[in-house]
Nanobody, 126 residues
Framework: QVQFAESGGGLVQYVGSLRLSCAAS????????MGWYRQAPGKQRELVAT???????NYPDSVKGRFTISRDNAKNTLYLQMNSLKPEDTAVYYC????????????????????WGQGTQVTVSS
């Protein structure tokens, strides 16, 4: 059973940068879809970015051009590089993994992922 643990969150100034990591306890090569989601207080969990095993990525307009998702299968780690951070990026960030393409075909329904990390807090000051 693969487990995931996020790290790299913290407090950063407006327009600053952070890189989040999601380390897996086992191989992520079999994870066809991996993604980052975030949830701010009082709001629903929302998609941040996804990446397939072939490297295809998806981003919502809110982060497009600022965030970059990547995966290093050799290190069993998923990354999220966040640049030009804004106060509205403040949230708990979660990594997720899907062993199939269920999440992809569902339009990235959070309920279609097989694994979730515990989350890491990102706070961007204005």
């Amino acid at each position: 059973q693969v487990q995931f643990a996020e790290s790299g969150g913290g407090l950063v100034q407006y327009v600053g940068s952070l890189r989040l990591s999601c380390a897996a306890s086992g191989s992520i090569s079999s994870m066809y879809v991996m993604g980052w989601y975030r949830q701010a207080p009082g709001k629903q969990r929302e998609l941040v970015a996804t990446i397939t095993s072939r490297g295809s990525t998806n981003y919502p307009d809110s982060v497009k051009g600022r965030f970059t998702i990547s995966r290093d299968n050799a290190k069993n780690t998923l990354y999220l590089q966040m640049n030009s951070l804004k106060p509205e990026d403040t949230a708990v960030y979660y990594c997720a993994a899907d062993r199939t393409f269920s999440s992809w075909w569902s339009g990235f329904d959070p309920g279609k992922y097989d694994y979730w990390g515990q989350g890491t807090q990102v706070t961007v000051s204005s």
